[in-house]
């Protein structure tokens, strides 16, 4: 009998989901949800002033100063709601010291670079010193509403058989009591919870109403792909890709996605522009202050807010076409920081104001989670110098700007292509090498 062992490579992928509470939900669980969570946020601000720097942060560690300090009597939760705070604080540290040790860094070399430059240097490097001290991160404070992640130990998400789908199951403040709040799935919701693990899930007050944050974890197999891409995002064009032919002796594909949102963008800031003025105006006479004020704070919150769901819709559909069109290629992502780098004072405000609508990591962490899903990987790569850099690899170049456009003209190969498309043939070839 012939017996063969199948291996098979799955990718891991975690996604959240955000799910709102049923609008028929009773005004009692209502109010039991927004006590559960004060509290909850109470345990978490309580267990966080034991936290210093020098702590050491694990699980065993916070343990026992919870222990020593009383505070499950002070709270009244049970253990495991004590547990997912000690939780939400010790990420709430990790993070901390992971972005404090970045700044650190750019910090000392900031100092450094600044004690050993010249009198024409001095003065820019003395603006990025003081920024850099302005933008130093602080320690985690929790002096608002604010929710942990709830496990098995406290709850879950269950499946319904009547009129409400899916149910949040959660401990409440009794001991041994639970209570079950309807949830209000849309058909994306259900889809995306299909044949998924939930994991845990969050309990989230925002505009007044309560949503539960259900993450999801699903086993995908990797695809086999047949050759590499790369990927720019650029400044004119949304994004720039080139996917190299299979054989190496093909022709390869190159194409150039444009961004459809920036229209509506500015729409909207135009009407938010607008709305400032006024109520910059109103602050001068106190009667319309009084009357007006509060109606346009409010208005002007809710265009934000729409402002907002309109950048992210529109990154969507683009990473649901970058990810269609790179359908079974090994990408990667340049791995730019070039709108972080264009600080205040640097001189070129035109610029600064021109990439204020741009989101590149939302971006490129959209392309990345639905390329994911169809199990292909996806890498970020550095992408400095891959833009005045020749795809041969001569530096020998001139750059050209035609009709909103950077034309790179080498001097070696006599080459002429459009700057990001060379920037993305360039990092392609970075992907390749790993």
């Known amino acids: 009998m012939d017996k063969r062992i ?161 149910w949040m199951h959660v401990s409440t403040l009794v001991k041994g009591e639970t209570m079950d709040v309807p949830l209000n799935p849309s058909y994306y919701h259900l889809k995306q919870l299909e044949g998924a693990m939930i994991s845990d899930f969050e309990i989230i007050r925002k505009n007044g109403r309560y949503y539960a944050h259900v993450s999801t974890t699903r086993f995908v197999v990797d695809v086999e792909t047949s050759s590499y891409g790369g990927i720019d995002q650029g400044l004119n064009r949304t994004l720039a890709i080139v996917l190299l032919p299979p054989t190496g002796a093909g022709v390869p594909r190159e194409e150039l996605l444009y961004d459809e949102k920036r229209n509506m963008l500015d729409k909207y800031d135009a009407i938010i522009a607008s709305l400032q003025s006024a109520m910059a ?4 006479d106190r009667a319309r202050w009084l009357v007006e004020y509060h109606k346009m704070s409010r208005k002007l919150k809710q265009l934000r807010g729409k402002r907002n769901n309109v950048s992210v819709y529109h990154d969507w559909l683009l990473a649901n076409k970058a990810a269609e069109y790179t359908d079974g290629y090994t990408i990667a992502i340049g791995n730019t920081r070039f709108r972080q780098a264009q600080y205040r004072g640097n001189g070129m405000p035109a610029l600064r104001k021109r990439i204020g609508k741009w989101s590149y990591a939302r971006q490129r962490m959209f392309i990345a989670h639905k390329r994911a899903e169809r199990g292909l990987s996806t890498m970020l790569v550095d992408e400095r110098n891959t833009s005045n850099t020749c795809r041969c690899g001569s530096r020998l170049v001139t750059r050209k700007y035609l009709n909103g456009a950077s034309w790179l003209l080498c001097h070696s190969c006599g080459s002429k292509l459009d700057a990001d498309l060379n920037a993305a043939y360039n990092i392609a070839a970075r992907g390749m090498t790993g």
């Open 6 to 166: 199948i291996i098979v490579v799955c990718m891991l992928v975690r996604k959240t989901v955000r799910i709102p509470v049923h609008y028929e939900t009773t005004k009692s669980k209502v109010d039991r949800l927004g006590r559960l969570t004060a509290r909850l946020t109470y345990c978490i601000s309580l267990i966080n002033g034991l936290v210093s720097p020098e702590t050491s942060l694990d699980r065993k560690t916070l343990r026992r100063l919870v222990k020593d300090s009383d505070i499950v009597q002070k709270c009244g939760l049970s253990a495991g709601y004590v547990d997912q705070c000690i939780d939400k604080v010790l990420w709430a540290w990790r993070s901390y010291e992971d972005r404090h040790g970045e700044w650190q860094y750019m910090y000392d070399r900031a100092v450094e670079d600044h004690a050993n430059c010249g009198d024409d240097e001095r003065g820019e490097l003395e603006k990025k010193v003081k920024r850099l001290e302005k933008n130093e991160p602080s320690p985690p404070v929790f002096d608002h509403k604010v929710s942990c992640r709830l496990d098995f130990r406290t709850g879950g998400i269950e499946r319904g058989e009547n009129s409400f789908l899916l």
């Open 281 to 284: 105006s109103a602050r001068h």
